[in-house]
């Protein structure tokens, strides 16, 4: 079984600082990772996925994720956030044998403070 | 380009009644996912279709059912509607024979009365 726990379910931040938000998953099979922001109201944008290769994976709008096996966890980090990157954030992993279910954590919502 | 879209944007049932919720998935894309995500939650996962058929089912009891057109285009039907069934129904759409990454549609907001 798989599964996805988002240690953060707020994470309030103020304008141009960085910010961190945590991911870890649990797996018995290879995974691939992903994180998708959600606005108020729309659906979910992809923001970067890891599927193999570097650990450290570059994404849109300035974000990027480490992949770390050994402590099974996918942090997303940003260096410098923008009030626009005020969302609901999920982390999700897939790779279950024959299939390509996704399962998500429960989100954290990051507030960006002027 | 269009990506993949969802219809009705929002809908309002009363309990014990049926639903269909559709979906066309981004261009390219054969296999449609569809999500449950009740408000505060992350997505669930209800079912997975490909070439007509169901794939993979997620833990949502046999009222949850769907379809899948020659089209790729895809239905979600929910009967006997309860009030826990309210909540963000999201479709997702993956390339030609599956792949690790879903696009996801703008949801369908349903809310049982």
């Known amino acids: 079984a798989q599964s996805v726990t988002q240690l953060d379910s707020q994470v309030p931040v103020f304008e141009e600082a960085p910010v961190e938000l945590r991911c870890n998953y649990s797996?018995?099979?290879?995974?691939?990772l992903f994180w998708y922001v959600q606005y108020p109201n729309q659906g979910l944008q992809l923001l970067l996925k890891?599927?193999?290769?570097?650990?450290l994976v570059k994404g849109i709008n300035g974000f990027e994720a480490e992949f770390n096996k050994s402590q099974t966890s996918f942090h997303l980090r940003k260096p410098s956030v923008h009030i626009s990157d005020t969302a609901e954030y999920f982390c999700a992993v897939s790779g279950s044998p024959g299939g390509n279910q996704f399962y998500f954590g429960t989100g954290t919502s990051l507030t960006v403070i002027p | 380009d269009a990506g993949v879209t969802q219809s009705p944007t929002h809908l309002i049932k009363t309990r014990g009644q049926q639903v269909t919720l559709r979906c066309s998935p981004k261009s390219g894309h054969d296999t449609v996912s569809w999500y449950q995500q009740a408000l505060g939650q992350g997505p669930q996962f209800i079912f997975q279709?490909?070439?007509?058929?169901?794939?993979q089912r997620g833990n949502f009891p046999d009222r949850f059912s769907g379809h899948q057109f020659p089209n790729y285009s895809s239905e979600l039907n929910v009967n006997a509607l309860l009030l826990g069934d309210s909540a963000l129904y999201l479709c997702?759409?993956?390339?030609?024979?599956?792949?690790?990454?879903?696009?996801f549609g703008p949801g369908t907001r349903l809310t049982v009365t």
């Open positions: 890891y599927l193999s290769g570097s650990t």
């Open positions: 997702a759409s993956s390339p030609v024979g599956g792949g690790y990454e879903q696009y």
């Open positions: 279709y490909y070439e007509e058929e169901e794939r």
């Open positions: 797996s018995s099979v290879s995974v691939y």
